[in-house]
């Protein structure tokens, strides 16, 4: 597709980031909602520059001590400079282990031993979202061919779990297509499953399109709605109708509020009516969350209308609240882990560390321990 429309979000920040000159300071496409957050060249240096945020001029897109933790690393999570700089430390390396099962599919293999042991299915995912070449793109297909092929040899389902901008969507929507169509017929043939992730807002009417098409052809796919979208009613209740799998989550990416719901009270509102129609008419639904709320709400709506726990599951990242993972198969939950593995690992780091102010500090903490 020509024109911007067609350029990833990474690629439009990118481009607008990077310009001539000294002391320059513009804002960038991204970020028209935080106009204290800006980009330029200082004294011939790429510098983030923080500006205190004017009351009138903005206003907090989720709450509390979010304020200004998440869209700043939202918006540092597109800066490809800084991708590449960190993902080659070895000291930020460590420090992404958080969150991150290693860097090979051994690793993860090793890691969904343990979960198997626990009681706890996985979800695999080959970091390296928004590749930049159709040589790229077909890596990590193989890699996921690889990883649906054997991951049954650790005695884990074949279940994985991708981004379109991984497979190549960026650079030819056919090629993407070709890639994510051959391993799809692969997982139905050994009885596996394949969901897309759902990326920033650009993306999800090409994301379901193609899962609409390839779920009527083989079955074994499925996608994710985001809860702070606008839109996300009408695509679940789609979604139910078609029979697709559907996960359930509140949404990761920096997004306009034209797009999404600025407050975080609506998001999670909007998350529970969602959840209870997945419940009543969806297809194996995944709850995805680490909020207590939105669990106790899920629970107590399985409880009333007699929902099987056997029809839905739940959701959780890998390294995040272990505390509640055990809790839940502890009380009889179904619940999977979603545990990413690879060397690409920068903007899926920052987006935890978006999530969490007390992330930050960890990182702040380690980094300044020898
Ligand atoms: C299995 C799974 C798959 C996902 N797939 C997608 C996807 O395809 N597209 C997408 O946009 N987003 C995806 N997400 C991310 C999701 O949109 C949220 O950004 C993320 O789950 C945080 O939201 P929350 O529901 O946990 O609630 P929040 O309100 O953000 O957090 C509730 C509580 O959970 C804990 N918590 C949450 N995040 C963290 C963290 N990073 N570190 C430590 N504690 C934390 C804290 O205790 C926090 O108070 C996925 C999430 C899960 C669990």
């Not at 799998?245 to 509140?250: A, D, E, N, S, T």
């Not at 709506?301 to 198969?329: C, H, N, T, W």
Request: include cysteine.
């Amino acid at each position: 597709m020509p024109g911007d429309a067609a350029k990833s979000d990474h690629q439009r920040v990118d481009q607008s980031a990077w310009f001539g000159g000294n002391n320059i300071l513009r804002e960038t496409p991204g970020t028209a909602q935080f106009p204290w957050l800006q980009v330029g060249l200082v004294g011939g240096f790429q510098t983030v520059i923080l500006t205190p945020p004017s009351r009138a001029r903005w206003r907090p897109s989720r709450g509390g001590s979010l304020l200004v933790v998440r869209p700043v690393f939202l918006f540092l999570s597109r800066l490809t400079w800084l991708r590449s700089w960190l993902e080659t430390s070895a000291a930020a390396r460590r420090l992404a282990s958080r969150f991150v099962a290693g860097e090979t599919l051994e690793d993860a293999l090793a890691v969904g031993r343990r979960l198997k042991a626990e009681g706890i299915a996985l979800t695999l995912d080959r970091l390296g979202e928004s590749v930049t070449s159709l040589d790229e793109a077909a890596a990590a297909r193989d890699e996921y061919l690889r990883a649906i092929e054997t991951i049954e040899q650790s005695d884990a389902e074949r279940n994985v779990s991708l981004k379109l901008t991984q497979f190549g969507l960026d650079l030819s929507g056919d090629a993407c297509r070709a890639n994510v169509e051959q391993l799809v017929r692969r997982a139905a043939q050994l009885g596996g499953f394949v969901r897309v992730d759902m990326e920033s807002s650009g993306y999800v009417d090409r994301t379901l399109n193609l899962v609409t098409d390839l779920y009527a052809r083989y079955r074994a796919v499925g996608t994710v709605v985001q809860s702070y979208l606008y839109r996300a009613q009408a695509d679940v209740e789609n979604l139910c109708d078609l029979g697709i799998p559907v996960r359930l989550c509140k949404g990761a990416y920096l997004e306009s509020a034209s797009a999404a719901f600025p407050n975080k009270a609506d998001v999670d509102l909007n998350y529970v009516k969602l959840m209870k129609i997945l419940l009543d008419r969806g297809n194996y639904p995944a709850i995805a969350t680490h909020d207590e709320r939105m669990i106790a709400e899920t629970k107590a709506f399985a409880a009333a209308r007699k929902v099987p726990r056997e029809s839905f599951e739940f959701q959780m990242l890998y390294g995040i609240r272990r505390d509640l993972q055990r809790q839940l198969v502890a009380e009889g939950y179904r619940l999977r882990l979603y545990v990413p593995f690879g060397k690409a690992w920068y903007p899926y780091y920052m987006r935890r560390l978006a999530e969490r102010p007390a992330n930050v500090l960890f990182v702040l903490r380690n980094l300044f321990r020898r």
